[in-house]
């Protein structure tokens, strides 16, 4: 069920993990050159959003093997049932060479099972699971213990096995990461798609996050979660 991920792309997010950790922690102090900087808003309440670790995550590429495109333009059609489908976009691309070899989402905020409105996450998890490459979805969050991680894992997972279970789909690797600003902890587990996504139990036996048999946790600085 799970499958490790290749170092390269390892490396690159746990680079984006630190950058993000480390502006959100210097926030309230001075900021050196070139910093990456979390918005204030007109309340004086940080502006935490998925802008931010695409950000970080483009600035990693320096120095890596991969090049990479931003707003790519899928190529399958998608869209609400009776609504009509067209072509998406992807947030990030990076590809070895020319040839694509990671489609990345990225968001941010809170959500849990209980919510009516899934479809600002249905639609992008339908756009990494359909397309032919590999797919990594990268979630932030600015503070979470373990259950509201738990929660967001439950609603991602419900949703993917919906997907998955209705949808012809390839064999590729799905990743899913989520990074936790003020505790400064990330978990991470990766997928294997392929024709056991069909089965009525797929994904029972991968137990919620940080369970660390299934998950990789990365912390900040070494932080107890």
Known sequence: ?????????????????????????????????????????S???????????????ISNLIGTPFNF????PTVGEYGPSGNGKRNALTDLTLY????????????????????????HINKDIEKLVL???NGLWFHVLETANNKGI????DTIKGELKSIVKSKPIKN?????????LKEGYSVQTSILLNEDGH???????????????????HKFNNKPI
Not at 31 to 36: E, F, H, S, T
Not at 43 to 57: F, T
């Open 43 to 57: 309340k004086g309440k940080i502006r935490v959003s998925e802008q931010e670790a695409r950000q970080s995550l």
């Open 96 to 119: 070895a060479d020319t040839k694509p070899c990671m489609n990345i989402e990225f968001k941010s905020g809170n959500t849990s099972p209980k919510r009516c409105n899934k479809k």
């Open 172 to 180: 590729k690797l799905l990743v899913f990461h989520c990074c936790v």
């Open 1 to 41: 069920m799970t499958q490790e991920l290749d170092q390269k792309f390892s490396t690159l997010i746990k680079a984006t993990d630190e950058m993000l950790w480390g502006s959100y922690h210097l926030i309230t102090g001075a900021q050196p050159p070139n910093q990456l900087i979390f918005p204030k808003t």
């Open 150 to 153: 738990s929660y967001l894992w």
């Open 131 to 133: 397309e032919e490459v």
């Open 69 to 72: 495109s931003v707003e790519t």
């Open 199 to 217: 089965k009525e139990d797929w994904l029972n036996e991968l137990p919620n996050p940080p369970d660390t048999k299934a998950w990789i946790v």
